[in-house]
Structures are given as structure tokens and as C-alpha cells.
């Protein structure tokens, strides 16, 4: 129901721009999440936005690199991704949880899971 893309091969320094597409049903009404997992590594919180685009929350590592937006008319939610890093490397996932929480880094109250979009960046 939740499908990542956009991502890709990049130098350090470089741009990307992640989309996470609904099908099925709509999640206009969930606060929408990225996390990314890289190898031997577990799942972590990147970014968040509220369910109306009000706030949005990022994880220190990417803060003032990564915006996270949304447009519920059309894709859920999109992760603009500057000056990436080598250590940027890794899965990226959107996910979906349920405007009744606002632990927005918290993996395990998630509730929807897209598959994952591969991004690398090259040194």
C-alpha cells in the first residue's frame, strides 16, 4: 500500500529526491515517516510530518539537509535529500502512523510499510 522510490547512485554532496506512493487507500488522515536501515545496522528515524503538514521532525544526523513534505492530493509524503553523505548511505523506508500518536521516531507504533528504495552515496 506505501511504495518508496527516487532513490539512486549519487556522489557526497549531491541531491536526491524520495517519493513514497499509496495505492489502495489513502493516508491523508496519518503522520507519515522515513526511516532508512543500513547493512548490519538497525531501522532509524529520519524525518516525520504531521498528518496536515503543520510539523515536521528530523533526526540530528540530517537536520538541515533533508525536508520532508507532503501533498495528499497526490503522493503521501517526499524526502528532499541535499549534501548527502557517504554515511546517508542505506534502505530507505516510508511508513505510516496513526495521527493519535506523536512519537514520531518510534519504528514500532508504524503502522504501514512500504518497501524500501536503495540509496548510495559514493566518496
Known amino acids: 500500500q506505501l511504495q518508496a522510490s527516487g532513490g539512486g547512485l549519487v556522489q557526497a554532496g549531491g541531491s536526491l529526491r524520495l517519493f513514497c506512493a499509496a495505492s489502495?487507500?489513502?493516508?491523508?488522515?496519518?503522520?507519515m515517516g522515513w526511516f532508512r536501515q543500513a547493512p548490519g545496522k538497525a531501522r532509524e528515524f529520519v524525518a516525520a510530518i504531521t498528518w496536515n503538514g503543520g510539523m515536521s521532525s528530523y533526526a540530528d544526523s540530517v537536520k538541515g539537509r533533508f525536508t520532508i513534505s507532503r501533498d495528499n492530493a497526490k503522493n503521501p509524503v517526499y524526502l528532499q535529500m541535499n549534501s548527502l553523505k557517504p554515511e546517508d548511505t542505506a534502505l530507505y523506508y516510508c511508513?505510516?502512523?496513526?495521527?493519535?500518536?506523536?512519537?514520531?521516531?518510534?519504528?514500532?507504533?508504524?503502522?504501514?510499510w512500504g518497501q524500501g528504495t536503495q540509496v548510495t552515496v559514493s566518496s
Open positions: 489502495g487507500r489513502t493516508f491523508s488522515s496519518y503522520h
Open positions: 511508513a505510516a502512523l496513526n495521527k493519535a500518536y506523536m512519537n514520531y521516531s518510534d519504528r514500532g507504533r508504524y503502522d504501514y
